[in-house]
């Protein structure tokens, strides 16, 4: 049967219909372009990474999808269980009352429903159709073919592929070398759980030569993903992988008793999970979003939240680009330090994970990560913890800017595009502040040429038009936290000095 022939012409291309792509497909159509969504194959589709943490919600409320995905039928967890530095299982809660919670997802279920609300907004979507080449003239936008010799014009393309990486493995692609993994991964039918309310929490379990994260699913279903050294691949080769991804099963102190009375529902899969992130993400014709343009560690659990964030930040990025074109370099600027600076964050607190587990200095898998620089390369640092001030802010009456803190322009969001707008510059917020619990904080700092004493600073800053519908209370959290962070510190009564350059 001949496939359905494209338009000529569109907007927006976009390849790939997971999270990511149905996203940033869905909001581009909501700011009126014609957008095509390419999707290699069709849906439902099996896809691994289930864990939705409570940081997600916003990012579906945003979206109108919040009520879709209660009403899913999807478990519900409370935390994660690790056994991480110790072989006993620890439990951490997303709350001390247990109320906030996330979800462990069938991702067929869960990209079809993104995938259906993207159509529902007026894209058209074409399954069963791989995009293989994209090719780009000066002045005149892209042309964008698929597998079965269809094209489609367009003057913008979105390289939302996934690990495939249509766009990004053509030179932009950058692979850490010390997190160089292999994921195995298996579904088991008839597997326990821990008892009670925590049964659907995501469980990290440490091993010799790598870590398992297992989660359970509504169907049933229990995905046991054990993460090696890619050097592993000689032995699955001349073992098997199936005789090689049950040894280790077996061999898990924790994990083993959950599924002892289990079986495989299919044969385990393996697939790279290295991380990556890329030399470039967008340019006056192309972006790279999700896991297109950055890969993070799967114990983070992280991986749909941020693909659906950098999706988000994305269509105002492109809309951006499309309508305001001398805003071209300062959308592309803030894109590529929004996501470099998404993967030095997880790159890091990867590293620190890997450090608490000591139990085996000698293993290649556990050394190598420990001893990983956290700078991840050229990827730039991430914002450093400040020392707590002697004295209490309680006590604190008089306030000025700490050495180094400045105001300047850059780019941010606002409303449907990127604006160049003043933010406060400090080592706390080296990309920049401007909002902090509703708080203008330019306008906050501005005061301080002219007030020093806090309930001064306050009772101006209440009178500006960006602060008369700000509770005091709010307005004295942000000062504290502020100061807390190093942005502030103590200053004299008669201190009137203008650090703000």
Request: proline share 8%.
């Amino acid at each position: 049967m001949n496939a359905t022939p494209l338009p000529l012409a569109t907007d927006v291309v976009v390849a790939g219909g997971g999270p990511a792509g149905a996203t940033i497909a869905r909001l581009l159509a909501e700011f009126g372009f014609r957008v095509v969504l390419l999707e290699k194959r069709r849906f439902p589709r099996p896809h691994i990474g289930e864990s939705l943490t409570p940081h997600i919600l916003p990012i579906l409320h945003f979206l109108g999808l919040r009520s879709q995905i209660e009403g899913a039928g999807f478990l519900r967890m409370v935390g994660h269980t690790v056994c991480w530095g110790t072989p006993h299982p620890r439990t951490f809660y997303y709350s001390p009352d247990r109320s906030r919670q996330g979800w462990q997802v069938w991702r067929a279920d869960f990209d079809r429903l993104l995938l259906a609300h993207a159509r529902a907004g007026g894209v058209q979507v074409y399954e069963g159709r791989m995009v293989t080449q994209v090719h780009y003239t000066a002045g005149a936008g892209v042309t964008v073919y698929d597998a079965q010799g269809g094209r489609i014009h367009a003057a913008f393309f979105v390289d939302a592929s996934g690990h495939t990486g249509i766009l990004a493995r053509q030179g932009l692609r950058r692979r850490d070398a010390i997190f160089h993994t292999l994921a195995l991964t298996g579904y088991w039918r008839g597997a326990d759980g821990p008892p009670g309310e925590d049964f659907a929490n995501t469980i990290l379990e440490t091993f010799a030569d790598g870590m398992v994260w297992s989660a359970p699913l509504h169907n049933g279903l229990r995905n046991v993903t054990l993460l090696v050294d890619w050097r592993a691949g000689q032995q699955i080769r001349r073992d098997g992988l199936l005789p090689f991804y049950l040894s280790i099963v077996q061999q898990l102190p924790y994990l083993s008793t959950l599924v002892a009375r289990a079986e495989l529902a299919w044969p385990p899969h393996a697939c790279d999970a290295t991380l990556y992130t890329a030399s470039a993400f967008a340019g006056a014709h192309f972006l790279l979003v999700g896991d297109a343009g950055v890969f993070i560690d799967p114990l983070s659990s992280e991986g749909v939240h941020k693909a659906m964030a950098s999706a988000i930040t994305g269509a105002v990025v492109v809309n951006t680009i499309l309508r305001r074109p001398t805003m071209l370099q300062h959308a592309i600027r803030f894109y590529e330090e929004r996501q470099q600076t998404t993967y030095q964050t997880h790159y890091t607190q990867s590293v620190q994970y890997y450090r608490q587990e000591t139990r085996w200095p000698e293993s290649e898998f556990w050394r190598r990560r420990s001893q990983a620089s956290s700078d991840a390369g050229s990827a730039p640092s991430p914002p450093s913890a400040h020392p707590p001030h002697p004295q209490p802010p309680s006590r604190i009456t008089h306030v000025r800017l700490a050495p180094g803190v400045t105001l300047a322009h850059r780019p941010v969001v606002e409303g449907p595009y990127i604006e160049l707008r003043e933010v406060a510059l400090a080592p706390r917020y080296p990309r920049g502040v401007r909002f902090l619990q509703g708080v203008h904080v330019p306008t906050l700092l501005h005061l301080l040429k002219t007030y020093s004493a806090i309930p001064e600073v306050m009772t101006a800053y209440l009178h500006r038009p960006e602060g008369r519908h700000c509770p005091p209370e709010s307005l004295r959290q942000v000062l504290a936290r502020l100061y807390q962070e190093g942005v502030l510190i103590a200053g004299e009564a008669a201190d009137r000095r203008d650090q703000c350059q």
